[in-house]
């Protein structure tokens, strides 16, 4: 006879095996759009926007979803520098390494820090 935790812990991993067949083809469509995105230069919200604290360079995305890359003063004018996307590095997801000084980090997500200032 089974207890009512086991039928509990039936009930569970069925629903989630059902859940993650609805959704894996989900997911496999928007790593597909992320990646046509990428190709077509648009900005995929795969990661947070790089900002280099370094040499101040930065991305940005424009109206149209258009990555760019500037600094300063000139933030509308993209420099045509891309940060490189580096796969797992010594345990860093997403990190990216600056075009212009090298440096390597993790892009963070600023307005994230920002929630807890209210
Ligand atoms: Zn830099």
């Not at 207890?3 to 067949?21: N, V």
């Not at 947070?48 to 003063?73: N, P, W, Y």
């Not at 997403?94 to 200032?117: R, W």
């Amino acid at each position: 006879m089974a207890s009512i935790i086991d039928i509990d812990e039936y009930k569970i991993e069925k629903a989630s095996t059902e859940l993650f067949k609805k959704i894996q083809p989900l997911a496999e469509r928007i790593v597909q759009l992320q990646s046509e995105m990428k190709e077509l230069g648009m900005f995929a919200n795969h990661r947070c926007l790089a900002e280099c604290s370094r040499c101040q360079l930065f991305e940005d995305v424009t109206g149209k979803g258009m990555l760019i890359v500037t600094h300063g003063a000139d933030y509308r004018v993209d420099t045509g520098l891309r940060f490189e996307e580096l796969d797992k590095i010594s345990g860093m997801d997403n990190a990216v390494k600056c075009p212009s000084c090298q440096s390597i980090f993790c892009p963070i997500d600023k307005e994230y820090f920002y929630t807890f200032d209210d």
